[in-house]
């Protein structure tokens, strides 16, 4: 199975900071790789796929990068709404798996 | 708009089965693989079962491999889990999810989940 590792695990930061998360695979996986937050309480919601496409709808503020085994998740200027928790996830193959997920806090 | 809403969860004892449905909605669902993906309590997400959109083909976590069974009524925009022999560790909130493709895609739209808890 593919294993994901995301750092931070906790990440503090204030309204109008540019964050970065990094999520890395245990092989390679191309570009299949996709992002998502999630509030409490609430479903995950698809953000990011192929590691840098924006789903429609999402802000231009997110953005993703990356191929291979490191990819990154940047927010350029962080918004009230975007304090959440972060999961990567790789649909190269089967299991498909996720990270362990970043919580974004307010600093 | 798409819809995805999951039901029949509850408190079963360990040993116990039950079985999860996810009725779809506002998509053709026949033509999109499906997944579930569980969340225990306070953890991270983790991938349980996916089928293909004609139901041609199904893969497992290995959790759960040989415990739960996946299906879908295409007939009926319906997605199912059967879960048999529950253990404490699969108590978690488990959602349906639409794979974006036929099953080789991500995960665009969830559902709000189901609770399981096993629990004598």
């Known amino acids: 199975d593919i294993q994901m590792t995301q750092s931070p695990s906790t990440l503090s930061a204030s309204v109008g900071d540019r964050v970065t998360i990094t999520c890395r695979a245990s092989q390679s996986i191309s570009n299949w790789l996709a992002w998502y937050q999630q509030k409490p309480g609430k479903a995950p919601k698809f953000l990011i796929y192929?590691?840098?496409i924006l789903e429609s709808g999402v802000p231009s503020r997110f953005s993703g990068s990356g191929s291979g085994t490191e990819f990154t998740l940047t927010i350029s200027s962080l918004q009230p709404d975007d304090f959440a928790t972060y999961y990567c996830q790789q649909y190269k193959t089967y299991p498909y798996t996720f990270g362990q997920g970043t919580k974004l806090e307010i600093k | 708009q798409v819809q995805l809403v999951e039901s029949g969860g509850g408190v079963v004892q360990p040993g116990r089965s039950l079985r999860l449905s996810c009725a779809a909605s506002?998509?053709?669902?026949?033509?999109?693989?499906m997944h579930w993906v569980r969340q225990a309590p306070g953890k991270g997400l983790e991938w349980v079962a996916v089928m293909w959109y004609d139901g041609s083909i199904r893969y497992y976590a290995d959790s759960v491999q040989g415990r739960f069974t996946i299906s879908r009524d295409n007939s009926d925009n319906t997605l199912y889990l059967q879960m048999n022999s529950l253990r404490a560790e699969d108590t978690a909130l488990y959602y349906c999810?639409?794979?974006?493709?036929?099953?080789?895609?991500?995960?665009?739209?969830w559902g709000q989940g189901t609770l399981v808890t096993v629990s004598s």
């Open positions: 506002g998509f053709t669902f026949s033509a999109y693989g």
């Open positions: 999810a639409r794979d974006s493709t036929i099953a080789a895609g991500p995960l665009d739209y």
């Open positions: 192929k590691a840098s």
